[in-house]
Nanobody, 120 residues
Framework: QVQLVESGGGLVQPGGSLRLSCAASGRIFSINNMGWYRQAPGKERELVADITSGGTTNYADSVKGRFTISRDNAKNTVYLQMNSLNVEDTAVYYC??????????????WGKGTLVTVSS
């Protein structure tokens, strides 16, 4: 009923930039927090950044000053602008959103992930 679809991953050289997008669709009344998580090989999934419906942002220390999260509430879309990428940013990036249905039920949803590879 609700889908989160990520796009924008790929291969980039160290120091480069990528922009991830995640669009939510389906039976949506409203969306609370939206965020990006990542999971590198052999590591646990970790929060990268999240943003409230009012635009308050939160970042992992490792990405502060390099990544910027934003959202377009009219499009039910969240973005992650990633600059100054380094090899440690290589991971599968997952979109997350807490979505309220038209029947007022709320739950967390995850996208399927998009791979970001930083390599020379």
């Amino acid at each position: 009923q609700v889908q989160l679809v990520e796009s924008g991953g790929g291969l980039v050289q160290p120091g480069g930039s990528l922009r991830l997008s995640c669009a939510a669709s389906g039976r949506i009344f409203s969306i609370n927090n939206m965020g990006w998580y990542r999971q590198a090989p052999g590591k646990e999934r970790e929060l990268v950044a999240d943003i409230t419906s009012g635009g308050t942002t939160n970042y992992a220390d490792s990405v502060k000053g390099r990544f910027t999260i934003s959202r377009d509430n009219a499009k039910n879309t969240v973005y992650l602008q990633m600059n100054s990428l380094n090899v440690e940013d290589t991971a599968v990036y997952y979109c997350n959103a807490y979505i309220i249905s038209p029947l007022a039920y709320g739950r967390n949803y995850w996208g399927k992930g998009t791979l970001v590879t930083v390599s020379s």
